[in-house]
């Protein structure tokens, strides 16, 4: 049983926290998953016994950083942001005792990993604070002309001609118009699959996989965990052998953001 106290305490309100970190103590939790490193010293002084993760939330994309929280505070496990490649993970391994976890599916970040305020300006909502980013309450859907509009807050944040598969409107992948053309500016909505890649994780020695999962059904929850599940036993009995199952990239495909998928920054063809 793992919690997420991930959030970053605000001033005058840290009791708040201290509160959910004793519970996950209390409860008997195998591990809490942390950003904060004031949240991480109360926990370490507080329940030595308590294992520590490092969140993606906590932004640490290199040895000095994860090895400095595991000498404070005596991290077991990292999870790595979204920004690293195969190559850079791999050398992150050789540089560090900590275990590694990476994500293997779901809708991406801006590479701004714990540090985005674009769902609070639009919407009051911060992902840190409320657990969302770009709350449905703050989404409409309207048809005009056979053209559908994607507005987050009354925010224009993207246009569907019939037929176009529609994202979920999330401000830093609306399509604008800027210099007088009109596209996708900061990210486009498509999902990370590295399924085709858990050999290679593996070789690694990745010790757990991430699958994004904010504000998701217990539909998609069910079938990405199934699909992971199976995937990673395939590829833990014959890692040479391994290869994608057709149903297994269909049902990924299924929760894709955009209906798009791609192997993010693991996959840099240019590096
Ligand atoms: S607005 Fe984009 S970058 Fe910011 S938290 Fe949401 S998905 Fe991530």
Redesign the pocket.
């Known amino acids: 049983m793992l919690f997420a106290i991930n959030t970053f305490p605000q001033m005058g309100e840290v009791a708040k926290w201290h509160r959910a970190v004793d519970a996950a103590a209390d409860l008997g939790a195998d591990a809490v998953i942390m950003a904060d490193a004031g949240l991480m010293a109360y926990a370490s002084e507080r329940h030595p016994q308590l294992r520590l993760h490092l969140s993606v939330q906590g932004s640490a994309t290199h040895a000095d950083a994860i090895e400095l929280m595991r000498e404070r505070f005596n991290i077991k496990r990292v999870v790595l942001p979204r920004v690293l490649s195969l190559a850079q993970i791999g050398k992150l391994a050789r540089q560090t005792s900590v275990e590694l976890e990476v994500f293997g599916f779901g809708?991406?970040?801006?590479m701004?990993e714990g540090r985005?305020?674009?769902?609070s300006y639009a919407t009051g909502d911060s992902?840190n604070n409320k657990g969302v980013?770009?709350p449905a309450h703050a989404v409409r859907w309207t048809e005009q002309d056979g053209t559908m509009h994607a507005r987050l807050s009354g925010i224009l944040i993207d246009s569907y001609a019939p037929g176009e598969p529609a994202g979920y409107p999330?401000?830093?992948?609306g399509r604008f118009e800027v210099e007088g053309e009109r596209g996708y500016v900061?990210?486009e909505p498509t999902s990370l699959n590295a399924l085709s890649l858990l050999p290679a994780l593996l070789d690694i020695g990745i010790a757990a996989i991430k699958i994004e999962g904010r504000q998701r059904s217990p539909r998609y929850v069910a079938d990405v965990v199934g699909v992971l599940r199976a995937a990673i036993d395939a590829a833990c009995a014959e890692p040479a052998r391994f290869a994608p199952r057709q149903e297994w990239q269909g049902t990924l495909g299924r929760h894709a953001e955009g209906d798009q998928v791609t192997q993010g920054a693991y996959d840099r063809p240019w590096r």
């Not at 809708?107 to 801006?110: D, F, H, I, Q």
């Not at 999330?170 to 992948?173: A, G, I, R, V, Y």
């Open positions: 809708s991406l970040c801006v701004a985005c305020l674009l769902s992902p980013c770009s999330t401000l830093c992948k900061l990210e």
